[in-house]
């Protein structure tokens, strides 16, 4: 189904999983543009929040998180008690404007912190915002998985639960440093079927070290099984220079680009015979979860959780590395956490980078989202002639098509709708000097 270009892929990409990317957040657009930013939301205004727990018990080589172990204990209190006062001063900044409707937790893992302690967390957020029965999600590590927290999980009135699962396959599990069985894996997602908390995601890997197509197949075969609501199907990235834990994998041990090529295409057309819908280039979902609706309504979104279906315009990030986002203006924390910690004690925003959105950036960045999100975008007359030559190549490859002003991603284009979009980047692109107009 899908046609194999290895010249495209081997060109890296961002995920875009923002636009601008992190890459191009500044250290002049911090903690002040930030706070006008919060004093501009508007009363009503749908906003997400988002809250990073930056701990693991266990730390896997794989994993490119902004995390760490969480072995001891009073450097874990230290930044609840910072993140619970960063919580209190953009509430008190808000001043009761803007609505929250959903609240996300990730990490890291959570579930590092104690279940009493995510109680005192959710308990603080609900009191502090406006935030009337929110969708309450949480990303959760199975391995510190217990009775207790689906217990916390259901009376916190907890929606959606992620479970890091990546693969099955006990070989694989060695090499990435995750080890966890499979009977675990079921006993956790019964345990939160008892508790009535079924919209479960799974987040799968594929281009792990020592991954053959049967091992994929087998984790899909089991999955399947399991039926989570959502599965997320993500490339393993090797970077051990950004990232040290990961030089603890041998490169040597990885998937060739043809083989991770046809994981990804092995994945899409299992989880899609199996009745999956999929949504942009990694995610699927079961016809009746809200993703899945949205997709089929064109209202799916892309921000750092993946793609999804919340479209706040207002995005708030708690937590060290945490990204908020805004209409005109992309803003991170301090990533590191004991600066967080400190910056956090002496009551003052934890933003430190950024960059603001012009009108040009905004376009792009609506361009990008429409072709992730939805495998097409609309362009103005004016732009077509343009935005048509620089797109030849894929043009000529059948990757792509035009529907008038409407350029389409083909079936046979979507393990490249990233490379795609990227040539409307700015900053990596073949559009960098175009000006898009508004449609």
Known sequence: ???????????????????????EFADDVGAEAYGEALDRVEAGTPLSLYVHIPFCEQICWYCGCNTGAAGRKQRLADYLAALQSEIALVAKRLGGRGRVRRIAFGGGSPNAITPVELVRLLDLLLTLFDAHRPDISIELDPRGF???????????RVTRVSLGVQTIAPHVQQTIG???PLSHIERVVAALRLRDIDAINFDLMYGLPDQSLADLNETLDETIRLA????ALF??????????RQRRIE?????????RFAQAELGFERLTQAGYIPVGFDHFALPSDSLAVAAAEGRVSRNFQGFTDDDAPVLIGFGASAISRFHDLIIQNEKRAGHYRQIAAEGRLA????????SDQQRRADLIRDLLCRGRTLLDAGDQSTVRDALEEYERRGLIEWNDTDLIVCDSGLPYVRHVASEFDSVRGSLTRARFANV
Do not use: C, F
């Open 146 to 156: 217990s009775s207790e927290w689906a217990l916390v999980l259901a009376a916190a």
């Open 351 to 358: 933003a430190v980078r950024g960059v603001h959105l012009g």
């Open 251 to 259: 490169a040597i041990n990885l998937p060739n680009a043809k083989l």
């Open 1 to 23: 189904m899908w046609s194999y270009h290895p010249d495209l892929l081997a060109r890296p990409v961002p995920r875009y999983t923002s636009y601008p990317t992190a890459m």
């Open 235 to 244: 490339g393993y990235a090797h970077l051990p220079d950004m990232i040290p």
């Open 228 to 231: 989570p609501s959502r599965i």
């Open 178 to 180: 995750r080890i966890q």
